[in-house]
Structure formats: C-alpha cells, structure tokens
C-alpha cells in the first residue's frame, strides 16, 4: 500500500490524543509544530482529568491484552503487528469478542447503579441495528458464515510467537 501526505486535508487547529503517553511522539509533535499553521497537539480536555479513562480502557482491552506492556522499538515490527491488529485480531473482536454496554446509570444513595444490556458482539449490534441495509447484512452474514474462530486464535498466536521472537 502506498502512504501518501494526509496535510492537504488539515483543517483544524487542534489535536487531542485520547491514547497513552506511547503515542505522543516527538516524530508526531515535530510533524504538527513545523507546519505553516502549527497544529496544538493535547492529551486531555482542560479541567477534566479523567477524560480518557473509557478510551484507556479499550487500549487495555485490545492492544495491551494482545501485545503487553514491551517496548516495541524494533521498526520490522510496524508491519506485522498492524497486520495482526487489522487482520485476525479485528476480526476476532468484531465477530466472537462479545461485550456489555451500560444501558443506563442512576444515583443510589452515596452508590451507582449500572444497568448493563445483554452481551453482543460488535457485528451482531450491527446486525440489530434497524438503520443498516439488508445488503450490508447480508454481507456480514457471509463474512461471519466463512470465519472460524479457532482458526483465528490459532493465526493470532502464531503471528504473536512471530512478533515476539524478533522482538528479543
């Protein structure tokens, strides 16, 4: 695939990162400050300080459970960690993964209730949802009908052994 300059397109004045410190680079930083109209570069919302504990949470559930905590410094990594990631991995959480969303929230008292909604994966929400054509559907019922969840975990593992041995 080829990359191609996305700053053509930029036209906003702000950049908020959602993700950990891991992704706040000087390679980044440099890229938004050195441009004719340099571009704020942020981690949070003023005053909010916990502003990103939902997206941190989705970071742990996903990348940290898949990768760990190592410092991946090695650049031959890039392209099969974002082939694992976009590939078995994505396909996995979207189509097997299920998870919980919080319907609603109320104040008991000094406590909080959480009311959850019944497990779903992210392809079978879509699924439910009444605004989706039946074409696109459709094609996730072939999609899901053609995909094998032990052979990903098996794909997944065996890239993951890849990763981590070059890594040491």
Not at 35 to 42: A, C, G, M, N, Y
Not at 79 to 104: G, I, R, V
Request: aromatic share 14%; charged share 25%; with cysteine.
């Amino acid at each position: 695939m080829r990359k191609r300059s996305f700053s053509g397109g930029i036209t906003f004045r702000l950049c908020r990162n959602y993700n950990g410190s891991e992704f706040l680079n000087w390679h980044l930083q440099r890229y938004f400050q050195n441009r004719k109209q340099p571009i704020q570069f942020t981690r949070s919302r003023p005053y909010h300080s916990n502003d990103n504990a939902h997206v941190e949470q989705k970071n742990w559930s996903c990348v940290r459970q898949l990768f760990g905590y190592e410092r991946f410094g090695n650049p031959k990594l890039v392209n099969l960690m974002n082939n694992l990631y976009a590939n078995e991995f994505s396909l996995f959480t979207n189509f097997f993964q299920p998870t919980q969303k919080l319907d609603s929230k109320a104040r008991d008292g000094g406590k909080w209730a959480r009311k959850h909604g019944k497990p779903a994966t992210p392809a079978q929400r879509l699924l439910d949802h009444s605004d989706i054509p039946e074409t696109v559907k459709d094609n996730l019922w072939r999609q899901i009908g053609s995909l094998n969840p032990f052979e990903l975990q098996r794909q997944i593992r065996r890239k993951l052994k890849a990763i981590f041995n070059l890594l040491r």
